[in-house]
């Protein structure tokens, strides 16, 4: 009796995991690779985030969103990587192209510059307005959660959003930044 009571439990885990990758698993990579600048990073900390996850699901006190607090340990596993001796780091190319309906080859060629363009920058911001930024406008989360996410105040999300927002004004129009 105690076997199969353990194998449902196991079962409604599985289960648990497959619905958090199927439902965020975009959203972690995505975000994991915003913070390495690397796929193959990417790829093993979305896959961490996951098994940390599942092996501390009943750990989770439910003061945040679960998107919360996947980012929180996409993050944290981020930053170990960012720091560990090991780690170097490439520049991002062309990894973003706009599709739209049977564009003409001149237009896709420079839509696909523009964003291009617009992500090479977002890349070149320092990392505390880069993030805010790609929370904000890529994954819209709210300055609380932000706050809570990052560990920060909501006053200091607010700052970096507005000098995040003023690099990229200077960035687009060819100004110098500094």
């Given amino acids: 009796m105690e076997y199969l009571k353990q194998m449902v439990a196991v079962n409604e885990a599985s ?8 439902s965020f698993g975009q959203d972690v990579w995505n975000y994991a690779f915003f913070l390495t600048k690397r796929k193959d990073a990417a ?14 699901w009943n750990d ?3 003061r945040s969103s679960v998107k919360t607090w996947l980012f929180t340990i996409t993050r944290n596993l981020s ?5 560990s001796p090991f780690m170097t780091r490439v520049s991002l190319t062309g990894w973003i192209t706009s599709k739209q309906t049977e564009p003409s080859a001149e237009t896709e060629f420079m839509d696909a510059a523009a964003v291009s363009q617009i992500w090479k920058y977002v890349m070149e911001l320092p990392p505390k307005y880069r993030e805010v930024l790609i929370l904000e406008s890529h994954y819209q989360l709210p300055r609380k ?16 959003l507005h000098r995040a927002r003023a690099r990229m004004e200077k960035m687009l129009k060819g100004e110098d930044v500094q």
């Avoid at 790829?43 to 501390?56: C, E, G, Y």
């Avoid at 930053?79 to 720091?83: A, H, I, R, T, V």
């Fill in 79 to 83: 930053l170990n990587y960012l720091k």
């Fill in 43 to 56: 790829d093993d900390i979305s896959q961490d985030v996951f098994l940390r996850a599942f092996k501390h």
């Fill in 145 to 160: 959660e932000m706050a809570e996410l990052l560990g920060i105040s909501e006053g200091t999300i607010k700052s970096r």
């Fill in 15 to 22: 289960t648990v995991l497959s619905d958090l990758m199927e």
């Fill in 60 to 62: 989770f006190q439910g």
